[in-house]
């Protein structure tokens, strides 16, 4: 039976790989890395190919950072937008606790939908999107209260922006 030696060192994972098993170290540091990728919470940073003297003859060392993946949300969330008051641009940030279709829209004070900023399938996890404060023909907006709403599933959240030309 051959082996595969792991040696862990806080972030950093060290794989020593036998030649004899087949493919070129190349092929093997794929191999890996896709193993590596199906790992729940992890995600690779960067990796490197090297012979070392430490290395067993006929083998190959492999280094990857591996760092834990980002926490999912435990439910869905609209934050405040920042800069708020803004002049230009802001960031609006949002989370999906669940996979699902998620709107985000922008409203002027009458109730009228100005701008879509978001309006697609998402898996679940934590986003940003950036508004430029056009409207949807990309016509600048005037300053004023705007109002931007997330809606997904039975989630409904508005808050309120300010421009400030």
Known sequence: ????????????????VPLSLGGTP????????????????????????????????????????????????????????????YNSTTIIS????????????VYNILGQEVATLVEEYKKAGFYTVQWDSQDRYGNSLASGIYFYRMIAGQFV????????R
């Open 1 to 16: 039976m051959r082996r595969i030696l792991i040696f862990i060192c806080l972030t950093i994972l060290t794989v020593i």
């Open 26 to 85: 190349g092929q093997k540091v794929r191999m890996l890395k896709a193993q590596l990728n199906e790992i729940p919470k992890v995600r690779i940073t960067e990796d490197s190919v090297s012979q070392k003297p430490v290395v067993p003859s006929g083998s190959v060392a492999v280094t990857v950072q591996v760092l834990p993946a980002p926490p999912l949300p435990l439910r869905f969330a609209l934050e405040q937008n920042y800069p708020n008051p």
């Open 94 to 105: 949002y989370g999906c606790g669940q996979d699902g279709f998620v709107s985000l829209k």
């Open 157 to 164: 959240r508005s808050k309120k922006l300010v421009l400030v």
